[in-house]
Nanobody, 123 residues
Framework: QLQLVESGGGLVQPGGSLRLSCAASGFTLENYAIGWFRQAPGKEREGVGCTSSSGGSSVYVDSVKGRFTISRDNAKNTVYLQMNRLKAEDTAIYYC????????????????WGQGTQVTVSS
C-alpha cells in the first residue's frame, strides 16, 4: 500500500529556513514524480514544486523560485523540500504527492498523498 508521510513543519520567523521530508513506504519513490503542494486558510491548494522520477528535473512555482529546492535521497526513499528565506505568505499546510514518472501542475493527477505538515512563518 502506497503511503507518504510528511514531517518537518513548524513555526519559523520570516527569513528563516525549514526542511520538509516526504517519506514513502510501499513503493520505490525514485520511480515516481513527487509534487509538493500547499494550502493556506481560505485558499485553494496550489503547486509549489515537483521533481520528476529519478534523474529528472525539478520545477517550481514563481513565488518560491530561488528560495525552495526539492531533493531526493533514494536510499532513504525520501524527498525533501528545503525552504529558505521564508515569508509570511508561505504559511500553509504542505503536502507531498506521488504520480508515476512525470510531473504535473494538476493536483488531481497525483494518486497518493500525505497527511500534510503545518508551516507557520511569523514573528
Amino acid at each position: 500500500q502506497l503511503q507518504l508521510v510528511e514531517s518537518g513543519g513548524g513555526l519559523v520567523q520570516p527569513g528563516g529556513s525549514l526542511r520538509l521530508s516526504c517519506a514513502a513506504s510501499g513503493f520505490t519513490l525514485e520511480n515516481y514524480a513527487i509534487g509538493w503542494f500547499r494550502q493556506a486558510p481560505g485558499k485553494e491548494r496550489e503547486g509549489v514544486g515537483c521533481t520528476s522520477s529519478s534523474g529528472g528535473s525539478s520545477v517550481y512555482v514563481d513565488s518560491v523560485k530561488g528560495r525552495f529546492t526539492i531533493s531526493r535521497d533514494n536510499a532513504k526513499n525520501t524527498v525533501y523540500l528545503q525552504m529558505n528565506r521564508l515569508k509570511a505568505e508561505d504559511t500553509a499546510i504542505y503536502y507531498c504527492a506521488a504520480r508515476m514518472t512525470f510531473c504535473s501542475a494538476v493536483a488531481g493527477r497525483f494518486g497518493s498523498w500525505g497527511q500534510g505538515t503545518q508551516v507557520t512563518v511569523s514573528s
